[in-house]
């Protein structure tokens, strides 16, 4: 139906509830980026936080390929990037500003949000600070020339745009997490 916004995904025949929160789709994707987590715990924390009753699962493989469409916004045109140029756990701060510009409210605030309304918002985020640092990562990824004012950018903000590794986020969380016992 046109319009409507999918809370269930059909696997093996039978329709099955989704948590359609773009918190938990959130939560999935920072899994999925996850370096540490094997291919198997990956899909295990897919099948689980997404649907309300992984239990009544009866193909995993097909309810995987289901989860990754509603992922990724069903069958919403995609952009083809070779390269990861955002992370959604990194970026957070620079995210949900652009998307509170584009909703027109702060989203964090609302009790409940499907995600592909979220993916709505994102891509409809203008000019600013998310829109720069995508831009010239993506010109990296593809090994394209950076202008005079984006090289200087990238200079200034290193750390925003250059995406940690495994070892720099385990080495950043290690630090916080010793602070937070001292302190």
Not at 113 to 132: D, K, N, Q
Not at 165 to 170: F, I, L, S
């Amino acid at each position: 139906m046109i319009g409507q916004l999918p809370k269930t995904l059909t696997v093996g025949g039978r329709r099955l509830a989704v948590r359609s929160d773009y918190r938990v789709a959130l939560t999935i994707l920072q899994a999925m980026n996850d370096e540490v987590l094997t291919d198997r715990l990956k899909a295990q924390v897919c099948i689980k936080c997404l649907y309300e009753r992984p239990g009544d699962i009866t193909d995993v493989r097909e309810a995987l390929e289901r989860a990754a469409w509603f992922l990724d916004g069903g069958d919403m045109p995609k952009r083809e990037h070779s390269a990861r140029i955002i992370d959604w756990e990194q970026d957070e701060g620079i995210i949900f500003p652009a998307v509170n510009k584009a909703a027109g409210c702060e989203v964090r605030a609302l009790p409940y949000m499907h995600w592909w309304t979220f993916l709505g918002y994102f891509g409809e985020v203008g000019e600013g600070l998310l829109s720069a640092v995508l831009s010239i990562r993506s010109k990296m990824a593809e090994g394209k020339p950076l202008d005079k004012h984006e090289r200087e950018f990238l200079r200034r903000n290193r750390s925003l745009i250059v995406l940690q590794t495994a070892e720099e986020k385990a080495a950043e969380e290690e630090t916080e997490y010793f602070l937070k016992t001292i302190i």
